[in-house]
């Protein structure tokens, strides 16, 4: 996960972050400046209030329906998924704080554990301090710590040029024990539980014909 794109898989795949938040900056200042207008204990003081309340409530909602849609397709399209317990408390005390609470990182990974438990997938989250920007995914050389904005680097034992994420991403499948290899594998369809008429029923058995009912002279 990067503050460039949302979300990079290991197989290079980049999602772009859709900003819910800057992108109603304009229309919540506008609430926002109506609503420090009214009067404090004015009916219109609390229909502003409510306004601000619905547009956050939007973008909440906007949010939210994109983490489902696509935690639940990288969960779906997957046998297994990993991630890297990222910092975020930390970030969200720096300079991009604000790129941090808009991408709402934390509710994500938790949504993409819920989606693992219910279609049976494999999540794993890997520690924080694993080095997966620092160890080229070629050959395993530690090239040491970048700043920021250094996005594409050139290992100086292989002379690989790396994509700083999509390298990442690469070493978190490594770190999890996944074959990067079965991203996008095919997956194989879960288990369907039986309705509930059918689930646990036998046919009931046939009563056995005796012996005058069968047709049968009986001595």
């Known amino acids: 996960m990067g503050l460039g794109h949302f979300a990079v898989l290991s197989d290079g ?29 004015s009916k219109n003081r609390g229909k502003a209030r409510i306004r601000v309340a619905r547009a956050h409530a939007r973008v909440a909602d906007a949010r ?7 935690s639940t ?12 317990d990222l910092a975020v408390k930390g970030l969200a005390r ?36 694993e080095p997966t920007s620092q160890v080229c995914s070629r050959c395993g050389v530690k090239d040491g710590p ?5 996005r594409v680097w050139t290992c100086g034992a292989c002379g690989a040029v790396l994509d700083r994420d999509v390298n990442a991403a690469v070493n978190v499948a490594k770190a999890a024990g996944l074959a990067v290899s079965a991203c996008r594998a095919q997956v194989r369809p879960g288990l369907v539980p039986a309705p509930r008429s059918e689930a646990g029923t036998h046919p009931k058995p046939k009563p056995v014909a005796t012996g005058r009912q069968a047709g049968i002279s009986v001595l």
């Open 13 to 41: 795949t980049k999602i772009d972050s859709p900003r819910f938040l800057r992108r109603a900056e304009k229309r919540l200042k506008k609430v926002q400046r109506e609503l420090s207008r009214k009067a404090k204990g």
């Open 64 to 70: 939210r329906e994109f983490h489902h849609q696509l």
């Open 73 to 84: 397709r990288l969960i779906r399209d997957n046998q297994a998924v990993a991630v890297e």
């Open 94 to 129: 720096t300079r991009l704080a604000k790129s941090v609470h808009d991408a709402g990182w934390s509710a994500f990974v938790n949504m993409l554990e819920y989606e693992a438990a219910r279609y049976g997938r494999t999540f794993v989250k890997i520690g924080r301090f």
């Open 146 to 150: 970048k700043p920021l904005h250094v």
